[in-house]
């Protein structure tokens, strides 16, 4: 076994080599055991570091692999004349020179490497989670792909004998831009369920509407299949008995002559409709759609069904077509709560599935009227971050983009729908 003895000339540190790896030592002395074997003591305990014993006098080389000398007695006298020049007053600490800003974006991995003039030891604490160094390379950090936006510190050091430099690394994790590339297609028995409970304070209420603080707002884009036919339900919320509960739902109507919106809010036996113009929403052409409700009373009166009408609009490209449909009702409208028992896409109570591959697409909801910023959250048909919105919506669905099945991530919330009868190819690559 070949044990190294060597200097830096740089940092003035001596460096001594074996099979447990490189360490650089300071106040060191060599002595004899014997005539044969050469030890070395640590003169200064501040320093972990390993003392030999015992070992020969020619194991002892320097860097270039030469024997330190032909006696016990010379070696112990040549390392000890390099021991006494590892250091001096006037030596100079490291000083770390590489940047101290970190820039990724969610998703990216890690590739940093520290550099610091005359470092000879290097230190690092503070590592966020999956952030770890290179093996035989302590300067170099890597991983972090799973790193949530944010900004972490990471303390590193360079450290030599005459002293250390300590500096705060900055990581900034952005989130990545923006980018809409998919949506959920539905056919057959698809649908999404999610904790209806979890929008309980947004779109639910407990009695005949308190005003703004009941008022809600939901956003989508919808692309109906090419033979939609049938009544399929593109939004539910509200409770499990739909006769008597109160629910709201947004339906699509197809047919050669129909392809057209129904929204009803109340349960089956009281309630107020709208319906859209006859091919306003036509097969294979992504519409945004937006329905708002300003919080009110919503039944009770015969006389007062204009002003329940009044509580609604709703938005096809941004534009308001209450003008352009038709209102009914069921018993003077609906005067009750409702009940947070349901959430779904694609699914009423039973049946009423959407079919033909209907598309869905960027859904969001407030807990407020935002009628008013229609401009802004149709942005003239073009899909955007709604979190940059001046009123960003309380729960966001992405509907594909950076979701992983079975799960649609609610970017704003914690209300996560679930695909059910469906498989990831459901998650496709068409958007509005």
């Not at 590339?181 to 639910?204: C, H, I, P, R």
Request: aromatic share 12%; glycine share 12%.
């Amino acid at each position: 076994m070949s044990i190294k003895v060597y200097k830096d000339q740089n940092a003035g540190a001596v460096f001594i080599e074996n099979a447990n790896g490189v360490q650089f030592l300071n106040s060191l002395q060599a002595t004899m055991d014997d005539p044969t074997d050469v030890k070395i003591n640590i003169t200064d305990l501040s320093k972990s570091v390993q003392i030999f014993t015992q070992v020969p006098f020619a194991d002892f080389v320097d860097e270039s692999g030469s024997a330190y000398g032909s006696t016990a007695t010379a070696v112990c006298n040549a390392l000890n004349a390099e021991f006494s020049a590892s250091g001096s007053s006037t030596g100079v600490p490291p000083e770390i020179t590489s940047s101290t800003t970190i820039n990724m974006t969610e998703g990216d991995t890690l590739n940093y490497e520290l550099v610091a003039t005359k470092g000879v030891g290097y230190e690092w604490s503070n590592l966020p989670s999956g952030v770890v160094n290179v093996e035989g390379n302590m300067r170099k950090l890597v991983g972090g792909s799973n790193l949530a936006a944010g900004t972490y510190n990471i303390t590193a050091k360079a450290i030599n004998y005459f002293g250390e430099d300590a500096e705060t690394i900055t990581l900034n994790v952005a989130t990545p831009p923006y980018s809409n590339t998919k949506s959920v297609n539905f056919q057959n028995q698809d649908y999404l369920g999610a904790n209806a409970s979890l929008l309980d304070s947004t779109l639910g209420r407990s009695g005949n509407g308190s005003g703004s603080s009941d008022a809600w707002s939901i956003a989508k884009w919808i692309k109906p299949g090419t033979s939609t036919s049938n009544g399929g339900t593109v939004f539910y919320f509200g409770d499990s008995d739909v006769t008597n509960g109160g629910h709201m739902y947004l339906r699509y109507q197809g047919g050669p002559s129909n392809q057209r919106l129904r929204f009803q809010y109340g349960s089956s036996n009281n309630y107020l409709r709208f319906q859209t113009a006859n091919l306003s929403v036509p097969y294979s052409s992504w519409e945004h759609v937006m329905i708002t409700y300003d919080g009110g009373t919503t039944g009770a009166s015969s006389g007062d069904l204009s002003s329940y009408y009044g509580r609604f609009k709703v938005f096809l490209g941004g534009v308001n077509v209450i003008s352009g449909g038709n209102w009914s009702h069921g018993n003077y409208g609906y005067s009750g709560g409702i009940d947070p028992d349901n959430m779904r896409v694609g699914r009423y109570a039973s049946g009423n599935y959407l079919q033909d591959n209907f598309r869905v697409d960027e859904l969001a909801i407030w807990g407020s009227d935002q009628s008013s910023n229609i401009s802004d959250i149709y942005n003239s048909g073009s899909t955007h971050d709604l979190d940059q919105l001046g009123t960003p919506p309380d729960h966001w669905w992405r509907m594909g983009d950076g979701d992983t099945y079975p799960n649609i991530q609610d970017n704003v919330g914690t209300a996560t729908f679930v695909m059910y009868n469906m498989t990831a190819a459901d998650i496709v690559t068409d958007a509005p």
